[in-house]
Nanobody
Framework: QVQVAESGGGLVQPGGSMTLTCEPT????????MGWYRQAPGKERDMVAT???????KYAHEVKGRFTISRDSAKSTTALQMNNLKFEDTAVYYC??????????WGQGTQVTVSS
């Protein structure tokens, strides 16, 4: 079992920056890919960024160049640095530990609101 806890989030103005942090605990060796997903009201949960054990990263088109995902192996944490935030980035952000069998362990989510 893996437990995932997110931190960060809150209110930020357009153009601002924010960092989200994810810390998985438990059997974290099963986490082949760590990722951030987001869900806006009335929409589906979409991938934002992922990082594999080998460091390979993937980004959604709409955040490429603005968001950066990183992994601290020593601390087993994953961070999402978000720059130049836009209104449309407003959503609940979820961290995921994805196993080799494509099972997701999800955090409870953290709200990010971009508003002036």
């Amino acid at each position: 079992q893996v437990q995932v806890a997110e931190s960060g989030g809150g209110l930020v103005q357009p153009g601002g920056s924010m960092t989200l942090t994810c810390e998985p605990t438990g059997s974290i060796f099963v986490c082949h890919v760590m990722g951030w997903y987001r869900q806006a009201p009335g929409k589906e949960r979409d991938m934002v960024a992922t990082i594999a054990k080998d460091g390979e990263t993937k980004y959604a088109h709409e955040v490429k160049g603005r968001f950066t995902i990183s992994r601290d192996s020593a601390k087993s944490t994953t961070a999402l640095q978000m720059n130049n935030l836009k209104f449309e980035d407003t959503a609940v952000y979820y961290c995921s530990c994805r196993t080799a069998a494509w099972h997701h362990y999800w955090g409870q989510g953290t709200q990010v609101t971009v508003s002036s």
